[in-house]
């Protein structure tokens, strides 16, 4: 079975750093891009960037570029969305996907609350 | 940037009826759309890529149309599983999503 699944809640200070994590299983994690979608409270989507991890080719939202870190580790069929200081509008549910046609394969959600 | 805009940005409608979703693009984005379906409190679920092709596992209730800027997601005779909100998204250039559209039942 195709599964993405993240890591747990979060609780965090404004400033703190922060890195949560996407397990994959089921397909070959090389072969797709896979990424990270932003839900604030109450609110729609958003493509936060996604990583192609056979080479680590990284594309971001303007809008997120160097407010997050997006990476890989193929050995652990693993992708990361990583903040250094994070904010109080950080608040949010963020998803990892696989892309393909569409976004077909969804991680479970992780909810990272910043106060 | 392509913009995605839906409408209506709710609807209610009774079950058994037919339940139409429009998508607008800022630009032709070709058939790089997808459709998904969103129930609180859980991921998105792809139903529909390059605007007309049924994801494997999606009820045949569910179609999708349209090439260029205009799209429409069809429920042929909404169900009460059928509540949520519903997404587009383009994938021509980069992803946008729209703005969402919530279902509820009459």
């Known amino acids: 079975e195709v599964q993405l699944v993240q890591s747990g809640a979060e609780l965090k200070k404004p400033g703190e750093s922060l890195r949560i994590s996407c397990k994959a299983s089921g397909y070959s994690f090389t072969r797709d891009w896979i990424g990270w979608v932003r839900q604030m409270p109450g609110k729609g989507l958003e493509w936060m960037g996604f990583?192609?991890?056979?080479?680590?080719?990284?594309r971001y939202n303007p809008s997120f570029q160097g407010q997050v870190t997006i990476s890989a580790d193929k050995s652990i069929n693993t992708a990361y969305l990583q903040w250094s200081s994070l904010k109080a509008s950080d608040t949010a549910m963020y998803y990892c996907?696989?892309?393909?046609?569409?976004?077909?394969?969804w991680g479970q959600g992780t909810t990272v609350i910043v106060s | 940037d392509i913009q995605m805009t839906q409408s209506p940005s709710t609807l209610s409608a009774s079950v058994g009826d037919r339940v139409t979703i429009t998508c607008r693009a800022s630009?032709?984005?070709?058939?790089?759309l997808a459709w998904y379906q969103q129930k609180p409190g859980r991921a998105p679920k792809l139903l529909i890529y390059k605007a007309s092709r049924l994801e494997s596992g999606v009820p045949s209730r569910f179609s999708g149309s349209g090439s260029g800027t205009e799209f429409t997601l069809t429920i042929t005779s909404l169900q009460p599983d059928d509540i949520g909100t519903y997404f587009c998204?383009?994938?021509?250039?980069?992803?946008?999503f729209g703005q969402g559209t919530k279902v509820e039942i009459k």
């Open positions: 990583i192609f991890p056979l080479d680590f080719d990284t």
């Open positions: 996907a696989r892309l393909r046609d569409g976004l077909d394969v």
């Open positions: 998204q383009q994938y021509h250039n980069y992803w946008t």
């Open positions: 630009e032709s984005i070709s058939i790089w």
